[in-house]
């Protein structure tokens, strides 16, 4: 199996972190996990999850939450420096950064590594390994763009939060399943979370 960052910063999108979370698990898959202090606020804004509290409480709620096995999710503070992550010698096959406000998305194209989801990022596409990033915002400026322009010239995966009709969805689980299996489609996961068109 394999080993992923996963960042969730502070934009509306939540659903979308926690129902990529619960693929990972489910496929096995190792996680390195950072939440921005907004996103925490944000998840339980949009999905009821309180996590609060040192590294070790918010790792054992995510574990009870998405029925993960002991040590498959690795939790640390955005604040914490010295975990694994900030240093390119810790191997993993990729990172996503879902959702990523526009402050995020800046400060990765910028190089400005002031938390440790901004740190991961930067070590990722130092060491040129698969950056994917969600951005949840509407509508575009022209600094957001330009930013989002500079991370796919540096070979940065762009995935927008947008999902799509032509599978007809009837819940709200049916497009963030949409777009987290493009997600997944993206980090080389096979995956049956929504239908592929003509199929």
């Known amino acids: 199996m394999a080993t ?33 202090g907004d996103g925490l606020s944000i998840i339980y804004d949009e999905t009821g999850l309180k996590l609060k509290g040192p590294e070790a409480e918010v790792r054992s709620a995510l574990e009870k939450h998405l029925k993960a096995k002991k040590g498959q999710i690795n939790y640390f503070d955005e604040n914490n420096m010295y975990a694994p992550i900030a240093s390119g010698s810790v191997k993993v096959d990729a990172m996503v950064v879902i959702p990523c406000s526009m402050k995020t998305l800046a400060a990765i194209a910028q190089g400005y590594a002031s938390t440790l989801i901004e740190r991961a990022a930067d070590v990722t596409l130092k060491e040129r390994r698969k950056l994917i990033i969600v951005p949840r915002e509407t509508p575009l400026s022209a600094i957001h763009l330009r930013n989002m322009l500079t991370l796919a010239e540096l070979g940065g995966h762009i995935i927008p939060a947008m999902p799509a009709f032509y599978h007809h969805p009837k819940h709200v689980s049916d497009m963030v399943d949409f777009i987290v299996g493009r997600v997944l489609d993206s980090m080389g996961i096979e995956n049956d979370l929504s239908p592929r068109w003509g199929i």
């Open 4 to 36: 992923f960052i996963v960042g969730i910063s502070g934009a509306s999108g939540a659903p979308y972190a926690l129902r990529l979370l619960q693929a990972l698990v489910k496929g096995g898959h190792s996680v390195y996990l950072s939440i921005s």
